[in-house]
């Protein structure tokens, strides 16, 4: 990793687990990514500049409706991508992990490539693995399911072919 994004990282990574950032973030940073999706096909994404970057697209748990959210990934080692239901520390689960947990089989794209996937919980007894492996990282990212009062959900997006 270049040593910028390395600096850039130790100065954003406390930022984000401040309230402010936390209240602001859920709105502004989907917005901004919606911008960049538009402006560069999918291309480009904000979050990517520190971290690896995907868009998930689901089934809508009760929809149906395809759905689409910009998530930070973690990839395990064994060309599957982690991601976690953080929701920036909010008390309720984000809707995606509903609609991956009534519709595993889901889309992701990275940089715009597109791969179908098949969205695995991860099993109670490697959850503490696995935050070791995203912590990695993103130091401090556990710090959103403390602070949350509930069990993340996370999930290993397994490639289909």
């Known amino acids: 990793m270049p040593r910028t994004v390395e600096l850039v990282r130790a100065v954003v990574a406390p930022l984000t687990r401040t309230p402010v950032f936390r209240a602001a973030a859920p709105v502004i940073l989907p917005r901004v990514e919606?911008?960049?999706?538009?402006?560069?096909?999918?291309?480009?994404?904000?979050?990517?500049?520190?971290?690896?970057?995907?868009?998930?697209?689901?089934?809508?748990?009760?929809?149906?409706?395809?759905?689409?959210?910009?998530?930070?990934y973690?990839?395990?080692?064994?060309?599957?991508?982690?991601?976690?239901?953080?929701?920036f520390a909010r008390q309720r689960h984000p809707a995606w992990t509903y609609n991956l947990l009534a519709h595993p089989d889901a889309e992701i794209l990275v940089r715009g490539r597109?791969?179908?996937v098949r969205a695995l919980p991860v099993a109670d007894a490697d959850r503490d693995a696995v935050w070791a492996?995203?912590?990695?990282?993103?130091p401090g990212?556990?710090?959103?399911?403390?602070?949350?009062?509930?069990?993340?959900r996370l999930f290993r997006l397994q490639p289909v072919r």
Do not use: F, N
């Open 34 to 72: 919606r911008l960049l999706a538009r402006l560069t096909g999918r291309r480009v994404q904000l979050s990517a500049l520190l971290v690896p970057s995907l868009v998930l697209r689901t089934t809508g748990a009760r929809s149906g409706a395809v759905r689409e959210t910009e998530l930070m």
């Open 74 to 87: 973690t990839p395990d080692g064994h060309g599957r991508a982690i991601v976690a239901g953080t929701s």
């Open 114 to 116: 597109a791969m179908r």
């Open 133 to 138: 492996l995203i912590e990695r990282q993103w």
């Open 141 to 152: 990212y556990r710090g959103y399911e403390r602070e949350s009062g509930r069990v993340v």
